[in-house]
C-alpha cells in the first residue's frame, strides 16, 4: 500500500509559476514509477508527465518545454514544477503511484490539488 499527498496548489496568473510536491509513505518509493495526472471540468483525466524508477521522463505534448517532473527517492516525494502556466492548465492535479509484478499492476492515487489559472 502507497499513500500519497499533494499539496502546492493554488491560484496563479497567468504566465507564472507553480511547484506541486507529492509525498509518498507505506512503502518503498524507489520501486514505484510516478506520474502527475490531470482533470479539467467537464473532461477526462489525462496524463501530465511520468518518471521512472530511473528517473527517465516523459511528458504530453501540452506541457513540454513548460513543466518539469522530478524524484527525491530520499525524501520519498515527487514534484512537478510548472513554469509560463496557462489558463487551459486549469485542473485538478493528481499523483499516481504504479509499480508491476509480473503482470500484475498495483496503483494508488492521491487525493488530488487544485490549480487555477486566471488573472
Known amino acids: 500500500q502507497v499513500q500519497l499527498v499533494e499539496s502546492g496548489g493554488g491560484l496563479v496568473q497567468p504566465g507564472g509559476s507553480l511547484r506541486l510536491s507529492c509525498a509518498a509513505s507505506?512503502?518503498?518509493?524507489?520501486?514505484?514509477?510516478m506520474g502527475w495526472y490531470r482533470q479539467a471540468p467537464g473532461k477526462q483525466r489525462e496524463l501530465v508527465a511520468t518518471?521512472?524508477?530511473?528517473?527517465?521522463?516523459n511528458y504530453a505534448d501540452s506541457v513540454k518545454g513548460r513543466f518539469t517532473i522530478s524524484r527525491d527517492n530520499a525524501k520519498n516525494t515527487v514534484y512537478l514544477q510548472m513554469n509560463s502556466l496557462k489558463p487551459e492548465d486549469t485542473a485538478v492535479y493528481y499523483c499516481?503511484?504504479?509499480?508491476?509484478?509480473?503482470?500484475?499492476?498495483?496503483?494508488?492515487w492521491g487525493q488530488g490539488t487544485q490549480v487555477t489559472v486566471s488573472s
Open positions: 518518471i521512472t524508477r530511473s528517473g527517465s521522463t
Open positions: 499516481h503511484a504504479v509499480r508491476f509484478i509480473g503482470v500484475i499492476e498495483y496503483d494508488y
Open positions: 507505506g512503502s518503498i518509493f524507489s520501486i514505484y514509477d
